[in-house]
């Protein structure tokens, strides 16, 4: 029900809630398996260098939604790498992929107004778990130490799924959302991660505020496929 409220707090759109809605409904069904794979995802990453693991718990719904691209050759874009988990995902479960990780790994402080949740930790040993994570699969990933305003303004390719996870501030995140909107094939996947994350005390600051704004801009443009717990999962119409 607290998500429900955060919904209509952040204006969502019938849309949006629709599809929380139906989620809430349908994901009861599949409570077993949900379970089964995140875990095991979650024992395989516990493996790894890492300081939190964030994205165990979107395994189940990722597994489902990019099932079109298991076979296929296709080109995946994340912004915000951490340590590597999401892109380990990828390049596990999809053989025939290419990744590109945008993160600038830049520290950040609680003194300046950040919230992100990780402001106590080193950002540079965080970006060595992501070099270390990720040793094995040179050959099928690119790493950008960027911002990612600077990687879009230089960037000549275009994705088939792009993976939205960087800055959680609305004003980074709707520029994060154009420029994954930008760069995204016809057809494409765009996945917002976060919509119901709020670590900044005023609500307009929060992704969900800048998400609904964005979604605003490109009204006809998109399909929403699943608002889960954690994420949003688009497809690009045209």
Not at 33 to 58: A, G, L, V
Not at 65 to 73: P, R, S, V
Not at 87 to 113: P, T
Request: net charge positive.
């Amino acid at each position: 029900m607290n998500k429900f409220k955060y919904l209509i707090k952040v204006n969502s759109s019938f849309n949006i809630i629709k599809a929380y809605l139906k989620y809430s409904l349908f994901s009861h069904f599949e409570k077993k398996k949900r379970k089964e794979f995140n875990n095991n995802y979650k024992n395989f990453f516990s493996k790894k260098k890492h300081t939190y693991d964030f994205f165990s718990q979107n395994t189940f719904d990722w597994l489902n939604i990019l099932y079109e691209f298991k076979e296929k050759d296709f080109k995946y874009l994340e912004i915000g790498s951490f340590e590597g988990n999401s892109a380990l995902f990828v390049l596990e479960n999809y053989k025939n992929s290419f990744v590109y990780c945008v993160d600038s790994w830049i520290q950040f402080y609680k003194k300046d107004g950040r919230n992100e949740g990780y402001e106590d930790k080193s950002i540079k040993k965080i970006e060595d778990n992501f070099d270390e994570n990720l040793s094995s699969y040179k050959d099928r990933f690119k790493k950008y130490k960027m911002k990612s305003d600077i990687f879009f303004n230089n960037n000549k390719d275009f994705f088939d799924v792009t993976y939205v996870d960087g800055s959680h501030l609305a004003e980074d995140v709707i520029k994060d959302c154009r420029g994954a909107w930008t760069n995204l094939k016809k057809n494409g996947i765009l996945i917002l991660d976060d919509y119901f994350w709020q670590n900044y005390n005023k609500i307009e600051d929060n992704p969900a505020y800048a998400i609904n704004n964005f979604l605003k801009e490109i009204s006809d443009e998109y399909k929403i496929i699943r608002l889960s717990k954690f994420q949003l999962f688009l497809r690009k119409l045209y």
